[in-house]
């Protein structure tokens, strides 16, 4: 079977190690190249850095070096913000696929970038090319599909826009009152030295921050209007919570529709066959463990007619759907594989 | 100093283990009988049961004999819901006082108890007794003050009151559309052996539960309509999260009003000296931990101005200022000593 | 492919629960009757008791029917202590493969069964029976490959056994003070509903258990002789620790070898081409992460030259390698099939 | 009733956070500087670092200044090693008392302290003053009393030293043999921002490190000899399992004692009249939650006698008896006030 050579760029991440549990398992993918970042030191045997691997990969992680990127068929950016638009230029010209899973790429007007990110974009003639898709699959296949790069979305803007998306396109909630009370898992925050992330300061502890201020608003509130042609507003109080991985976000909008209208309209849209990286509960709400290692978005949905009030609980596993997964999902609608392919162990 | 014979029914429950907890510092407590359930087969040293108060207890741990809760001055009964309304009738005719924390005292109406605790009350009368008073310490501290029972509020009712009574109070908020995502530690549900609170199912989980369908909810509205004559109307989302202890409720409400002037009226409302238990945050947002351990409630606060929606993020202990510290606040209030007495460890 | 028809006995379980999600990537596998036990009051969809398998697995779980067991070709029986005695014979007879995951079958005395299971054995010709295989599976491999039933190892059995066979059988250890201090987590306890066993119990808590009195000793020490001729003395110190999966086992034993001739041992002993699911480290130590969710089992090793003492750590993932992983293992050998099929996702 | 004044040098860490909780309480103290390190930039009110002191504590945390050290009566300091050797020696000049809480007086021979901490001391002198004293209370509580300055013990040493020293005492086990497998809770590792000990990196997951090479090690065996004559010999294998607090120690040694004379000794050694802060289990074994938020250590005994090997499980929560705790015990010590001034919240 035909394989690909994939590198990764940010290997010693979060999502860059579950870039590497999922490809070593994906039947047209041949890893060729494990890039930390260009401060690395030397070459490191992966098996050193993630124990787990002993025995099943071989490649070293190596420091970063553009040249050696371009070697690759396809190029996954998982490093921090500001990095990707440096480097993916040169790819695309070299003709590369790139898969970036930061925010440089997911925001269409430069100055928005600038605003959240705090530096001026170093490749604004990219941010609307054609041949830069968002990669929320599920929404954009056919663009991605045709995609040189694909910005992958973040984990909070895949959780709340697969969560709002079927009913605001169907017209089902008012746009000017979304609620997001949304909960991650720390490796949402990257595996970086940060006192607020230790184990002594999480566990048994529960903590908002950026409310209304996280960088993945702008992207969710743009792709809102591209698709659905609305401008929504959304108060958006991210929390963590003790857990390694996972996201459950409650969204909150008023509506005059039944839970069994709303209902209706996703399992539509959500139906197994076109989407099978997303399920619609019949009943009941989706806990983080139902979702966690999984590539999976599951939804539960309530109308309270009292206050009518529509509650979308969307649950997803940070890494997976929400970063690394999707990533792959992605790279298979770029060549034309099952968009499954890989994810499904 | 003259000291008071206290007795624990339910002593063996989390709720209970709390109480023994903060009544082993209390100065004017002496605890005189701890009861379990009538079928707790013979007395146990406390410290076989708890190892934590080997050698500051010598009680032992006994079934439960009315007839012995009756001879001391006051009772704590923090029984499953149901026993409370057999027991405490007798407590109260031998002259002794009580404060249940179980939902047996707290609506007012019998037909809401029916409805929520799917039993008839077996003591409907007392309900509406002027020596009944809804434990809520500050909002009814005069009550408690005359009263000879005090139905001690769940743990939700009291983070969520607290949390909006006083935008009500001044008229700040819609009381139509209150949503409430409010996450509570596993100790809430009780010491029971249910598969759904082991550690194997909630470590690394979040569930979300008993939405619009939790027994709390009844006595939050009535709480509202009695002290500010509003008749609210509540979207109760409440979930548990991987930690033993806390709760931190969102809550989220229309207004018209500015960060500052909500900030305003609860600074003046929960000043420190009128409610030592409450703290109002100048800026940011109380985390689970702050309150962990302690009987206080910290509240933090933020209008979204484009939204005209205010958030108010309320925690606290769901063991102590949610349980068993506010039993004891109560307790203090009845005998007139100062409100914090034995709650400052 | 040829795929053979598998039954799975305890379902509901932890064990059961992880058969489900590796057997769902079998190659070999059909999975045709989920049974939980005979007390299950009607067939329920697999996706509503276990949510992750919604849309991956469409067969109910169902009660208990010996007669339906037995239209299978293997039965995995993944229940409590008692119940595959009676059921195995039955299907032994009936010409079907039984891997029993209980600890029925694993003692070769009946006495011995008699005392650490303290009922009667109620087939007992079968324990020293040619067909049935002690199925640790790095030992037994020709053994299991020709049995009809294999008794699979308990988790400590596992975890102990391959970290210390190694050193008794080159002779290199003392084998009459060997002492193991275990660490496992909760779902070793299985999914009952025992106070103990809570969130709010465990959660930040350690606990020793069955010191000397745990039923996996017996076969611990009975194996040590089967595999080596040594009679073995063990102080074993079995304990829960705050995490669902894993177990690490540090097993200390006096020496006079080195680290360098210890290691040699074991990088012989257990090369990945003759045993791929166990991996000898080359310095340092396994953590629990580096194993949980793989059916492997990672040893570190070190000689305190001064104390002439053997630290042997052994990690594995109980309900992997130490349950579900290996039972698994054992079919692929029973039927011929690499030993790792399904096994490496 | 008089008070002293007590500063604390390094507040922020975990230590000296527990120090300020512990001392909020104590009837003989008034914090007066709370300082963290020199390169702090600015005065932050205490409840601004940590807000559970918010309305109980106005004291800013400051820049740690030598001169304002002085001006308290006692200073604190819970410090990384090798600064305290700098700052002692002028603090004990200008007549001050000092209790350390890091290694830098606890070894009696400067080549050790530069072999273990890989700095030449820089006040050898006073390693062996008689104005130093290790600050095991129960072992050296005359020469505390006497001490101006006192060297803390490590939580690791106060941990075996408790769990040990009796039975060395009393000549009942083998000093050449022992094995010590410890767990500790992630604090031990203090607040610092290392990936190691992220909550991504520890929840679900045990590792073992810095075996047999923990700084604690050399003065666990130099307490030994000072106190029993003996040079005794320790595998020490140092575990972090998923818990912000406590630790519990497994100590192994070779005895010809039954567990009914050990038993009898270590009652004798520590009865509740002679150090109430260390309690001997009458059977079974203390769990890490007995312990927690105390400054009680608890001692469980077995002997194995088919294995004539002892096994001593010793527990205590770092953070208190293992540090802050131990250290306001020492002070009460130090002033003649009652051991447990303070301490039994």
């Given at each position: 079977m035909p394989t690909i050579r994939v590198a990764i760029a940010g290997a010693t991440g979060y999502a860059g190690e579950e870039l590497i549990r999922l490809l070593l398992h994906h039947p047209h993918v041949q890893l060729s190249y494990l890039a930390a970042s260009a401060k690395w030191e030397r070459p490191v045997p992966a098996a050193d850095v993630f124990p787990r691997v002993a025995g099943r990969l071989s490649l070293p992680i190596e420091a970063l070096d553009p040249a050696r990127l371009a070697q690759s068929d396809l190029v996954f950016l998982a490093l921090p913000h500001g990095s990707a638009m440096n480097l993916a230029p040169k790819l695309l010209e070299a003709g590369r696929r790139v898969v970036d899973?930061?925010?440089?790429?997911?925001?269409?007007?430069p100055s928005l970038y600038t605003t959240w990110y705090e530096a001026p974009h170093a490749?604004?003639?990219?941010?609307?090319?054609?041949?830069?898709?968002?990669?929320?699959s599920e929404f954009y296949g056919p663009q991605v599909a045709k995609a040189r790069l694909v910005a992958n979305p973040g984990c909070y803007a895949t959780s709340i826009l697969l969560g709002c998306l079927p009913a605001l396109e169907a017209g089902?909630?008012?746009?000017?009152t979304i609620i997001v009370d949304a909960k991650s898992g720390l490796t949402g925050a990257g595996r970086k030295a940060d006192d607020a992330l230790l184990f002594s300061e999480m566990s048994e502890n529960l903590r908002a921050y950026k409310?209304?201020?996280?960088?993945h608003a702008p992207e969710i509130l743009q792709e809102i209007q591209r698709l659905t042609g609305r401008r929504a507003r959304m108060f958006f109080v991210p929390q963590v919570v003790p857990a390694r991985r996972g996201m459950v976000s409650m969204i909150y909008a008023s509506t005059s529709a039944t839970t069994e209208q709303v209902a209706a309209v996703y399992r539509q849209r959500y139906s197994p066959e076109r989407t099978p990286c997303v399920r619609v509960r019949a009943s009941g709400f989706p806990q983080m463990?139902?979702?966690?290692?999984?590539n999976l978005c599951d939804i539960g949905l309530l109308v309270d007619p009292a206050l009518r009030q529509l509650l979308i609980v969307s649950a997803l596993d940070n890494l997976t759907k929400g970063a690394a997964g999707q990533a792959i999902q992605n790279m298979n609608l770029m060549y034309g594989w099952p968009e499954t392919t890989g994810l499904t162990g």
């Amino acid at each position: 079977m035909p394989t690909i050579r994939v590198a990764i760029a940010g290997a010693t991440g979060y999502a860059g190690e579950e870039l590497i549990r999922l490809l070593l398992h994906h039947p047209h993918v041949q890893l060729s190249y494990l890039a930390a970042s260009a401060k690395w030191e030397r070459p490191v045997p992966a098996a050193d850095v993630f124990p787990r691997v002993a025995g099943r990969l071989s490649l070293p992680i190596e420091a970063l070096d553009p040249a050696r990127l371009a070697q690759s068929d396809l190029v996954f950016l998982a490093l921090p913000h500001g990095s990707a638009m440096n480097l993916a230029p040169k790819l695309l010209e070299a003709g590369r696929r790139v898969v970036d899973l930061s925010g440089d790429f997911r925001l269409k007007d430069p100055s928005l970038y600038t605003t959240w990110y705090e530096a001026p974009h170093a490749a604004p003639s990219w941010l609307s090319s054609a041949d830069v898709a968002y990669g929320l699959s599920e929404f954009y296949g056919p663009q991605v599909a045709k995609a040189r790069l694909v910005a992958n979305p973040g984990c909070y803007a895949t959780s709340i826009l697969l969560g709002c998306l079927p009913a605001l396109e169907a017209g089902l909630i008012n746009e000017g009152t979304i609620i997001v009370d949304a909960k991650s898992g720390l490796t949402g925050a990257g595996r970086k030295a940060d006192d607020a992330l230790l184990f002594s300061e999480m566990s048994e502890n529960l903590r908002a921050y950026k409310v209304n201020a996280h960088q993945h608003a702008p992207e969710i509130l743009q792709e809102i209007q591209r698709l659905t042609g609305r401008r929504a507003r959304m108060f958006f109080v991210p929390q963590v919570v003790p857990a390694r991985r996972g996201m459950v976000s409650m969204i909150y909008a008023s509506t005059s529709a039944t839970t069994e209208q709303v209902a209706a309209v996703y399992r539509q849209r959500y139906s197994p066959e076109r989407t099978p990286c997303v399920r619609v509960r019949a009943s009941g709400f989706p806990q983080m463990k139902d979702v966690v290692g999984t590539n999976l978005c599951d939804i539960g949905l309530l109308v309270d007619p009292a206050l009518r009030q529509l509650l979308i609980v969307s649950a997803l596993d940070n890494l997976t759907k929400g970063a690394a997964g999707q990533a792959i999902q992605n790279m298979n609608l770029m060549y034309g594989w099952p968009e499954t392919t890989g994810l499904t162990g």
